[in-house]
């Protein structure tokens, strides 16, 4: 099972590397102008505040995004870095079986002594241990950014929190395409339902707060259940992340059971 994991690192070192290059690129750029919008923070404000309801929606929903929780919230967390990552979980769900069987070298992995359950598991830690290193990437910069440029009253902690609520979010989506993946005849589908989930699940959970009917479908997708304003401002009930917790679990034994009683010849 080492070898397997060692080896699924060794192919994406490249793009993992590329990945946590963008997402460093991604958050300094976005950092670094903090302090020009914090000395036009009052007259930005009136701009914001002429807004309609919906449209503030889908920037974070924040009564005030130019303070440090507001901006971080609206530039990083609320909408880039999650939906960023999904786009790496949903490329890495997709792919983590299907390369192998897209190079037709699958049969090589499954003639070794290892159980397809193993075989699974191994690729799943693989594809986990990039998902962390990048969104570990990310994390630091964020927090350090925020430090240099001034993002004042917001507790690392918190900043911790959002960040590991962020790659959750991502690695649930993740799931759900590796499952589909596992199958052998959906990775097409893999990728878009994986993009429709996380483009959709921002846009449904957001507008939910100003269109009613919203409210009972954004429940079933996991963007309702990230709340990134919520963790910078400590009222976040972490109850709400068994969600993601279920989503994989359910993924991950479903992968296990369709996955074994493939035909991969």
């Keep these: 099972m080492r070898p ?29 102008f903090y302090p020009t919008f914090k000395d036009s923070a009052a007259q930005l404000a009136k701009s914001f505040a002429s807004l309609p309801k919906a449209a503030l929606q889908l920037f974070g ?4 995004f130019f303070s440090p929780i507001g901006f971080l919230n609206s530039q990083i967390f609320f909408l880039m870095l999650p939906l960023l990552l999904t786009m790496l979980a949903v490329s890495l769900g997709s792919s983590l079986i299907a390369r192998e069987e897209q190079d037709m070298t699958i049969e090589l992995l499954l003639a070794r002594p290892v159980s397809r359950g193993r075989l699974l598991a191994a690729k799943i830690t693989g594809g986990t241990i990039i ?3 990048v969104s570990g990437v990310a994390l630091i910069t964020v927090v350090v950014t925020a430090r240099v440029f001034g993002l004042d009253g917001i507790p690392s902690s918190a900043i911790a929190l959002a960040g590991f609520n962020s790659f959750l979010l991502a ?31 921002y846009l449904i959970t957001s507008l939910s707060g100003t269109v009613g009917w919203l409210k009972t479908p954004a429940k079933a997708l996991p963007y309702n259940y990230y709340q990134s304003e919520a963790i910078l401002r400590g009222t976040y009930h972490w109850l709400s992340a068994l969600f993601f917790v279920a989503v994989v679990a359910v993924c991950g ?11 991969i010849a």
């Design 4 to 32: 397997i994991v060692k080896w699924t690192l060794w192919q994406r070192r490249w793009s993992a590397m590329w990945w946590s290059v963008g997402l460093f690129a991604f958050i300094f750029i976005n950092m670094v």
């Design 61 to 64: 929903g924040s009564s005030d």
């Design 131 to 133: 998902l962390a290193a």
């Design 171 to 201: 690695y649930c989506t993740g799931a759900i395409a590796f499952l589909l993946a596992a199958t052998g005849r959906a990775r097409g589908a893999a990728i878009g339902i994986g993009a429709m989930i996380g483009v959709g699940g």
């Design 253 to 263: 034994t479903l992968s296990y059971l369709v996955f074994r009683r493939r035909d």
